[in-house]
């Protein structure tokens, strides 16, 4: 059983930062890809950005540049920084753990809404 929470949500205006943060506990392995989901209602959910194991990164082209991911597999902890927010980053975002063994382990998601 792997129980992952994340935390750091909040109302935040245009320009200013976040940070974002997950945890997994539990029955835990060495994970293979720690990553940041978001969605928003009547959309898919689409990846924001993903640390795989040895240390590359990738983001969605919407928040390249102004977007941060850094993880620690030992800890299993996988942090999102946010700078230079927009109205349309409102979603509510997810993490995501997974590796082979175990499969994707999801959070409960953190509400984040940036609005004057």
């Known amino acids: 059983q792997v129980h992952v929470v994340e935390s750091g949500g909040g109302l935040v205006q245009p320009g200013g930062s976040l940070r974002l943060s997950c945890a997994a506990s539990?029955?835990?392995?060495?994970?293979?890809?720690m990553a940041w989901y978001r969605q928003v209602p009547g959309k898919q959910r689409e990846l924001v950005a993903q640390l795989l194991v040895g240390g590359s990164t990738t983001y969605a082209d919407s928040v390249k540049g102004r977007f941060t991911i850094s993880g620690d597999n030992a800890k299993s902890t996988v942090d999102l920084q946010m700078d230079t927010l927009r109205p349309d980053d409102t979603a509510v975002y997810y993490c995501r753990f997974y590796n082979i063994i175990m499969g994707a382990h999801w959070g409960q998601g953190t509400q984040v809404t940036v609005s004057s």
């Open positions: 539990g029955n835990t392995f060495d994970f293979e890809s």
